[in-house]
């Protein structure tokens, strides 16, 4: 089976509780970690990938150096924006 990825969007859920450690106060329910990864992949621009049933993922991870501080960077962007207003104290 092919499948289609965004690289970005596996970095910033590989990377996200790492970076959430180092934030103290930061509230991680499910519906804030979303947001947060959320906001994160909008600050980072979409890195394709086409793989046979993860087969390719070895080739890919090879770019994971590349893209480490731009997805730090992002993510930790996203955790303050959500921590001074996260939406799950929202009625929606």
């Avoid at 970076?19 to 106060?25: D, F, K, N, S, Y």
């Avoid at 909008?42 to 049933?53: E, H, I, S």
Wanted: net charge negative; charged share 20%.
């Amino acid at each position: 089976m092919v499948e289609l990825k965004n690289y970005m969007e596996v970095m910033v859920w590989q990377y996200l509780d790492e970076i959430l450690a180092g934030h103290q106060g930061v509230c991680s329910c499910e519906r804030c970690r979303y947001d947060i990864v959320a906001l994160a992949l909008n600050f980072l621009p979409p890195r394709y990938v086409v793989t046979a049933k993860g087969g390719t993922w070895a080739k890919v991870r090879a770019l994971e150096q590349q893209f480490y501080v731009d997805v730090v960077t992002a993510i930790s962007n996203a955790v303050t924006l959500v921590k001074s207003k996260p939406h799950h104290c929202d009625d929606d």
